[in-house]
């Protein structure tokens, strides 16, 4: 091994049962400068953090951080640091030791976006923010989701203890 590298080990049995997955990096020692920064998760839902390192290897090992971010707006010079952004960014890395030798690289942390839930039914006149008002024997479906949501999405009316998109 030249550079830092990530092994990913998933086992999976004979009944086709897999593990968690398992992580390690191997920087080497005593090479070139060189760093690679990982996110984990590297994929978070809005509003979630993530935890951000440089593992900086090599080089003259006395390191100084230079981060920034794709869009702007974020930067640090810390080795690691937990980060909750609000869309897909990614994180500029620059590393530099003690010989003033640089070394550039990046990590995306993907942000999932989750669109806002409305349940006031279309044509219906709230008398209240989220409260409506129906007669005896109406019938009326709440619909939690949006046509674009992906088909795997999971919808779950807490108090109804109920899977579904609609609420009849």
């Given at each position: 091994?030249?550079?830092?590298?990530?092994?990913?080990l998933v086992v999976t049995d004979d009944k086709q049962c897999e593990s968690l997955s398992d992580q390690v990096l191997i920087n080497i020692n005593g090479s070139t400068l060189s760093a690679f920064p990982l996110a984990d998760p590297n994929t978070i839902c809005k509003g979630d953090e993530t935890f951000v390192t440089a593992n900086a290897t090599g080089g003259g090992g006395e390191y100084t951080y230079e981060w920034t971010s794709t869009p702007a707006g974020f930067t640090s010079n810390q080795p690691?640091?937990?980060?909750?952004?609000?869309?897909?960014?990614?994180?500029?890395?620059?590393?530099?030791?003690?010989?003033?030798?640089?070394?550039?690289?990046?990590?995306?942390?993907?942000?999932i976006q989750v669109d806002a839930i409305d349940l006031v039914p279309p044509g219906m006149n709230p008398i209240a923010p989220d409260t409506i008002v129906v007669?005896?024997?109406?019938?009326?479906?709440?619909?939690?989701?949006?046509?674009?949501?992906?088909?795997s999405?999971?919808?779950?009316?807490?108090?109804?203890n109920k899977l579904d998109r609609y609420f009849k």
């Open positions: 091994l030249v550079d830092p590298t990530l092994f990913t690691s640091f937990n980060v909750s952004p609000t869309v897909t960014t990614t994180y500029n890395l620059k590393v530099t030791d003690q010989f003033d030798n640089q070394y550039t690289n990046t990590v995306v942390v993907n942000v007669c005896v024997r109406d019938s009326i479906i709440l619909d939690a989701g949006h046509d674009s949501d992906p088909a999405t999971t919808y779950y009316w807490v108090t109804a």
